[in-house]
């Protein structure tokens, strides 16, 4: 069985951050989920979500905002 970590080691830490990634590799996960969108100018941001709502409190929408604007 292989076992993939939830957007990281999202128990231990915040979802989709650099620390939760790298604690799912120290702590043995054969792989983790990474959700990847495209801001309005283009930049790659680890996002899960369509828009900022449930993470965040905010009503953006990350293809229809820039980096900045996020």
């Known amino acids: 069985m292989l076992i993939y970590a939830h ?3 999202s128990a231990d830490y915040p979802e989709m951050t650099e620390s939760a990634y790298r604690a799912a590799v ?3 996960a054969d792989g983790f989920e990474c959700d ?3 801001t309005k100018d283009g930049v790659a941001v680890l996002w899960h979500d ?3 709502k449930r993470r965040a409190n905010h009503a953006a929408v990350v293809h229809e905002s820039t980096y900045s604007q996020l």
Do not use: P
């Open 7 to 9: 957007r990281g080691a």
């Open 26 to 28: 120290t702590q043995g």
């Open 36 to 38: 990847l969108r495209l």
């Open 50 to 52: 369509a828009d900022l």
